[in-house]
C-alpha cells in the first residue's frame, strides 16, 4: 500500500511541475502538491480499509489546503523553484539541501536530491524531496527526474 501511495506522489507531483513549467495554474500546483502530502499523511494512519480511507480524505484535504497555498505562488516563485531544482539535481550531493527564497513575496522552497542512478534505458535519474513555503505553511513533496541529452532534468513518473 506504501509503494502504491508512493508511485501516486510521484506522479501527481510530475504532473503538478510540469503544469508548473508550462505556464500552468500555480493554484493547481498547489492543490497536486497539497494532495501528495495529503495521501503521503494518510498513508500512516490505519491500517487494511482504514487505511485506504486515511489515504482519501488526506488527499482531498491536501489538495484543499494546498490549493490555497498554489494560489499565492506568483512567476517569480515558480522560476526559483524550477532553477533550484535543475541546480539542485546537477549539481547538489545527494542528502544536501538548496533551498531558493522570493524576497517580494516571501515564499521559499527546498530542494534535497538522493544519489543518482541508472534505470532500464540508460538514463541518469535521482529522487529528491521537495518543499514549499507559503506564508507559514510548508507542503512536502518526493519525487524522480532524468538528465535529458541536452542536460536538462525532466520529472518522470516513478
Known sequence: MIRCVRYLAIGLLALGLAACQQGGQKQTLGTLLGAVGGAVAGSQVGKGRGKLVAVAAGTLLGGFLGSEIGKSLDRADRLAME???QRGLESTPS???VSW???DSGHSG???PQPSYQNATGQYCREYEQTITVDGRTETA???ACRQPDGS???VNG
Open 95 to 97: 542528502g544536501n539541501t
Open 142 to 144: 518526493y519525487g524522480t
Open 153 to 155: 532534468w525532466k520529472i
Open 101 to 103: 527564497r522570493n524576497p
Open 110 to 112: 527546498t530542494v534535497t
Open 83 to 85: 532553477q533550484t531544482t
